[in-house]
């Protein structure tokens, strides 16, 4: 599903992440002198942070989690990754499923924003064995 803001279509989870990256910026309470501090029944966004740092987020989600959810999942339902006869049976076959496409769109990912990717799906879907080399000790 998605929806339009100022003539701009867009994903329902990209407008979801735009708000929770604006819950972490610091208000501007100087620009807006009628600001309420929030009310102590209203739930905070963000933990308190000594002077000068930046609040951390309360809700923290995956990197890989954003990545599929902003661009993938316009196109992938859950479904995909849940029926049958999935194409991807390995880790590797996962991992190649997700270069082919991120290349097919232009992601210009990064081998880590792939493997974040990768292994969000595989926690979330998948549940595929890692690869013998992966699993060892190091």
């Known amino acids: 599903m998605q929806r339009e803001a100022h003539g701009i279509r867009l994903p329902r989870t990209a407008i979801a992440v735009v708000a ?4 972490a910026l610091p208000p501007a309470q100087a620009a807006l002198p009628d600001a309420r501090p929030p009310a102590a ?6 933990e308190p942070a000594p002077p000068g740092q930046k609040p951390k987020p309360v809700i923290e989600l995956p990197r890989g989690q ?3 959810e902003n ?14 006869n999935r194409r ?9 499923w997700v270069l ?3 290349g097919e769109l232009r992601l210009g990912w990064a081998a880590e924003e792939v493997e974040d990717v990768v292994q969000y799906l595989n926690r979330r879907f998948y549940k595929l064995a890692p690869p013998a080399d992966e699993s060892a000790p190091r």
């Open 41 to 46: 029944s209203e739930p905070a966004l963000t």
């Open 88 to 96: 991807a049976k390995t880790v590797a076959e996962l991992r190649g």
């Open 20 to 23: 929770l990256l604006a819950a």
């Open 100 to 102: 082919r496409w991120s």
């Open 71 to 84: 661009h993938c999942q316009g196109c992938h339902q859950s479904s995909l990754h849940i029926r049958n």
């Open 66 to 68: 954003l990545l599929y």
